[in-house]
């Protein structure tokens, strides 16, 4: 399966891999931001994996991990820069020495420079999609980064650019405001639909690059059990946007709306995990899930949904009819300004 990133015109897998989960510790007084202790080796184990059973894709951001994440993910793709595309982010501050977290930056001058830190990290001397990092900044700072967004893509510095933002108000006119603008990054799994903002992209000719399509792990299937993550693991911190997980454990109102749709996912002999993907990209063409893997067999699993394909249309038919009141019950709030996350 393959995608169009947007009105790019650059084409990638329809599935990516997202790497904010190989960027280890890292934190903003007690805060903490990643998903535990991280084994570099098997991160690029991981990423060859995806390589190798056609994902090329990968999404990082520059503060994940105080630039860790871009570091590994370089690393992984020397001498294979021109198989991928490779998306990062830029917004949050961090001290890469001591892998601290800081405060957003939306100043033209810091994009240049976080832009100059990436690719140092990356080992390129270009990104394919560069997207504003700041969920919730006003429309009016944003879109007073466009010029500088145009003129890096007139130096070769990046191809296109997006935003990672909940908002479809901001999505749109950000899609608009900017020639070379080609993906929204938001916020959507099978629990948590986003029509929003699918709307604005397939109204702007935008890629709908999907975060959370596996709901931080809760359609992975095995937390069900009560297993709990560690004390370093961000979804152990209990941020108010973190609605899956409390106390380091799944949040026990999600299991009803797991189990409703589990037997459905799961028809065709995908697991659960590749049902969930499969819902996405039967949900809209525009569909680019990014689900983080950390260990070779979790991008074995994830990729495998590729040989499956996007749900029919009567099954995303029953899972709509499933869970069309279930999910407006749980608290949905979006990832926001409060934290160098949402994404």
Known sequence: MRRIIGRSGIETSALGMGCWVISGPWKGGDDQFGWGAVDDDESIRTIHRALDLGVTFFDTA???????????????????????????????????????AGGSDASPAYLRECLEGSLRRLGTDYIDLYQLHINELPITEALDLVETLEDLVADGRIRSYGWSTDN?????????????????????????DAADVIAVCEATGQASINRGPLAMGL???????????????????????????????????????????RELLTSGGRTLAQGALAWLWARSETTIPIPGCRTVAQVEENAGALQYGPLSRDEFAQVEEVLKDARSTPDTKPLGEETPLNG
């Open 62 to 100: 520059s503060n994940y991990g105080a630039g860790h994440s871009e570091s590994v993910l370089g690393r992984a793709l020397a001498g294979r820069r021109e198989e991928v595309v490779v998306a990062s982010k830029w917004g949050w501050t961090f001290d890469e020495r001591t892998r601290e």
């Open 168 to 192: 479809a108000e901001h999505a749109r006119a950000f899609a608009i405001a900017g020639a070379h603008c080609t993906a929204i990054q938001h916020d959507m799994s099978v629990l948590r």
């Open 219 to 261: 359609l992975s299937g095995k937390y069900n059990d009560g297993r709990t993550v560690g004390r370093d693991d961000v979804r152990s911190q209990n941020f108010d946007w973190q609605i899956y997980f409390r106390d380091g454990a799944i949040a026990p109102e999600w299991l009803p709306h797991i189990e409703a749709v």
